[in-house]
């Protein structure tokens, strides 16, 4: 996997540089809302959703020039939830990425407004002007991306993972938590970035389906598991946290060795489902492992 | 302005159908989620920005059902701002349309996730299918939307106005705040209505612009003015807020009756800037001369 991390690598330099060039410049008015945009949105994160944009556009056989305002598009929007989800009426957390939340760094309003400008400008980069690519295609993307995002996919997932802290929810009542709240975006990420090439063919589209809700799961199992395992300062951001707050985790369901097992059962599903696009999907393959791999 | 009156209504009541089309069912899950979206979008509003979206579409020539996503769309960022903006961290109200503000009948988290949902259903509506209208239209009109609500467009105005309160500013500062806070979403109601029909021509589009900048000033100042003289229960909201918050208003630099002369000039203004197009445009006409006389 020598490669893949400098593939990895590759892909969050450019996303630093692209997300630097998508965001308003400091010196443009509103200032301090410029300022704490490019705070949240800039200088780390694993840009897991970018990734799997490049992956999946490489396995339709797009330019990786055309995938970079998907994968912007994408990682706004989970930078813009990350922003929302900290705040004190929500998961009230003060550490993340390593670094002082929004509404701590600034105040509530400002990641308030961070947040809800970031949604929007996810937008208007997926609509900017971008040859080779017909309006058809950019709007079914437009609108992927506002269903990914709203109250049937992330958005959603919010309002119930909120609703359900405190109760036990049963394994099929986590899963539609996470398909909603992580996996509706992850999905788009892939669908985005393979649209990105052009219109997708029924069967391909499925398989990107299958794979992409495959690994969004995994990708929160093993998140519950290093949540649990991991200490704050390796991971970044409050350890242990979803445990103390009464939130329903896999590890409330099973052992982290069971946990383990099934992230990997997942992660097997997810590679048989791009076995069809052969030799491209070697990136998707990758990452597939990397998430059960991976230490933070 | 007897026939203006039916016609508001009529854009009023088609409104409400078509919000309650838009927006998920609340048997849908998450319902808490949904119920709380409707609570916002239905059931009120003077629904001026879709008034000026059809009048627009008139104007250029489109059919009122190829206007209508328009229409709900910026309705749709219009109730997101609003339910943002009376959070605590914000403006801090509990009165809107005559009812408890979101926070106060549910709570501030689910506040803040309908303000979420509610922008991503905006884009989500602009993008669904709609014959006659080329891809390329469509993605500049999402584009052009995005840019209206993000940090150069209406929530940048709001991170301006919150840095004012308490300060004292020119009428040029004033202005350059309310161009952006509301001014950009009229300004993007006017021309996605128009763009509804198709391509616009660059000096039909300037004037359209030109019309929108007058109208969404004079609409400012008369709001200011009405904050002033009018009670609460007239207005549907809490009347005297902006003056109690040290908030700069057009008041706080003009008398009242300079004001209403101010809104009058700006009014004949924009009447002028679509006197281009001919008898289409007597809708567009009427809102403006309406948002002078209006009492709230």
Known sequence: MADFAAWSR???TRMESALDRALPAESLAPQGLHAAMRYVALGGGKRVRPMLAFAAGEAAGADADHVEPAACAVE???????THDDLPCMDDDDLRRGKPTCHVRFDEATALLVGDALQSLAFDVLARPLPGLYGETRVEMLGLLARASGSRGMAGGQAVDLDSTGKTLD????EFMHIHKTGALIQAAVLLGALSA???AADARAGLER?????GLAF?????????ETDTATLGKTAGKDAAQGKATYLTLMSARDARGYAAELIADAE?????????ARRL???ARFIVERRY
Chains 1, 2 share one sequence.
């Open 10 to 12: 590759a892909v969050q």
């Open 211 to 215: 794979y992409a809700r495959c690994v």
């Open 285 to 287: 393959s990758e990452i």
């Open 272 to 280: 048989r489902a791009i076995e069809p696009f052969g030799p491209a």
């Open 171 to 174: 394994l099929a009542e986590l």
């Open 220 to 228: 929160q199992v093993m998140d519950d598991v290093l949540d649990a």
């Open 76 to 82: 706004l929007i989970h930078v813009y939830s990350l």
């Open 198 to 200: 052009g219109p997708l």
